[in-house]
């Protein structure tokens, strides 16, 4: 069964410096989307994205963040200038078609900033 | 605007037994999804069912069933025969114009 994945699994970076998650959606779906979870915490929508542009973005989603679908596979999340506060586990997902329902995860990846 | 509520931080079941876990959402769209979430401690964000808001015939998938009650925006999750392998945290959702969580219940089964 197609899946979505992401890397790292778990990324540690000192605060000041930039990282980029990586997602590969599953391949026929045409809606990305980012959400993170601050441990403890509920699941947030940061972005979502659809035909090489963002359709939506929460506020949480501020100039620091950046995402990209750089080939025909990655759909990366960019974080420019990491802080504490950062350090959460970060969902890619991904949705096939325009009609509304079920977004596929991907595993997540934990972000720790030190 | 779209909000999402769930007012059990925490339950527990004993094993083979049956555990209801509330959610209430609120939306202006007509047209809209729900969602349960299953989160076990490996934090991967399972699928457990869905319901269209556009169906009064509530799903059910296996060992679990919503009771959706669209009047009332009342969309709760009902696992019969609880088995220890369903111990996780359980989040509510919402697709209208945008996903929406709730906080999350955390789900104990007792053996």
């Known amino acids: 069964e197609p899946e979505v994945t992401q890397t790292p699994s778990h990324q540690v970076t000192q605060m000041g410096q930039e990282v980029i998650l990586r997602c590969v959606p599953i391949?026929?779906?045409?809606?990305f989307y980012w959400y993170r979870q601050i441990l403890g915490q509920k699941v947030e929508f940061l972005v979502s994205?659809?035909?090489?542009?963002?359709?939506?973005k929460s506020e949480i989603f501020d100039d620091q963040f950046s995402v990209e679908r750089p080939d025909g596979s990655n759909f990366t999340l960019k974080i420019r200038s990491t802080k504490l506060e950062d350090s959460a586990m970060y969902f890619c997902?991904?949705?096939?078609?325009?009609?509304?329902?079920?977004?596929?995860f991907g595993p997540g990846t934990r972000l720790t900033v030190t | 605007a779209q909000t999402v509520t769930q007012s059990q931080p925490e339950m527990s079941v004993q094993e083979a037994e049956t555990v209801t876990l509330s959610c209430t959402y609120d939306?202006?769209?007509?047209?809209?999804?729900l969602f349960w979430y299953k989160q076990p401690p490996s934090r991967q964000m399972i699928l457990v069912i869905r319901?269209?808001?556009?169906?009064?015939q509530n799903a059910t998938e296996n060992r679990f069933s919503v009771n959706f009650q669209k009047a009332a925006k009342s969309f709760s999750l009902k696992i019969s025969d609880s088995q220890l392998g369903d111990a996780a945290m359980y989040f509510c959702?919402?697709?209208?114009?945008?996903?929406?969580f709730g906080t999350g219940t955390s789900l104990t089964v007792i053996p």
């Open positions: 994205f659809y035909n090489n542009e963002i359709s939506e």
């Open positions: 939306t202006s769209e007509s047209d809209y999804y």
């Open positions: 997902a991904s949705h096939r078609v325009r009609l509304r329902g079920e977004q596929y």
């Open positions: 391949s026929n779906h045409l809606y």
């Open positions: 959702a919402i697709d209208g114009n945008q996903f929406y």
């Open positions: 319901q269209e808001a556009y169906k009064q």
